[in-house]
């Protein structure tokens, strides 16, 4: 795995990528950068009453992402790997979904000012899942502030991410349909997926366990 020394895991919520890439990190001795959805004081408002508090939840998580992304801009390499929970490419999908008329506007410009000069990663694995599952798993879990996300919101972010990666080419990325994989409590589906990691030779393939 010694070509991949940035790897970013992505994906809806509920599909796993917090979990994934804490096993990643843990496998490669990597180091971690997760996003902090619990340092937002915005985000169960936001849940709540989507329409009133969305910008300031998305500027947070943009302030939040960017900070964390800082170090990499300037890489060691002679020093440990990275995995991330998150892409910050991809931010702008939420405040699409979420936005509208002169927010979205100036989000925007926010966001072009402010994005870091941090290098494409090497390896973005994206998991995919229907809203169905993702609903089910966000309601096991149970977070509190997740308690007011519905089906239809989790369908939008199915939707936009779909159509972010279907565009995306920065960097390789690996498909995977996370409904049939279990790689927190199965050890040999994380196996499955490490392996197949490995075995990548062109920029985008697909990971399918049926």
Excluded: W
């Excluded at 992402?65 to 991809?90: N, S, W, Y």
């Excluded at 402010?114 to 609903?135: E, H, N, S």
């Excluded at 498909?175 to 196996?191: G, K, Y």
């Amino acid at each position: 795995m010694e070509r991949h020394r940035y790897i970013a895991v992505e994906g809806p919520i509920g599909s796993g990528k917090t979990s994934l890439a804490r096993r990643l990190a843990a496998r490669l001795g990597a180091d971690l950068l997760l996003e902090q959805p619990a340092e937002n004081p915005f985000l169960a408002r936001f849940y709540q009453d989507m329409a009133r508090f969305a910008l300031p939840t998305q500027l947070f998580f943009l302030f939040q992402r960017a900070r964390q992304l800082e170090p990499l801009a300037q890489p060691d390499m002679f020093g440990r790997a990275t995995v991330a929970d998150f892409l910050i490419d991809k931010d702008p999908l939420f405040a699409r979904i979420t936005l509208s008329g002169d927010e979205l506007a100036l989000y925007q410009r926010i966001f072009e000012a402010l994005r870091p000069q941090a290098p494409a990663p090497d390896l973005v694995i994206y998991l995919q899942a229907q809203p169905q599952v993702l609903v089910e798993r966000v309601r096991r879990r149970g977070a509190d502030c997740e308690r007011g996300i519905g089906e239809e919101y989790l369908a939008l972010l199915a939707e936009g991410y779909a159509r972010f990666f279907y565009h995306y080419a920065a960097a390789p990325v690996l498909i995977v349909n996370s409904e049939n994989l279990n790689f927190v409590e199965r050890d040999a589906d994380f196996d499955l997926l490490v392996a197949r990691m490995r075995a990548m030779r062109s920029r985008r393939e697909y990971f399918n366990l049926g």
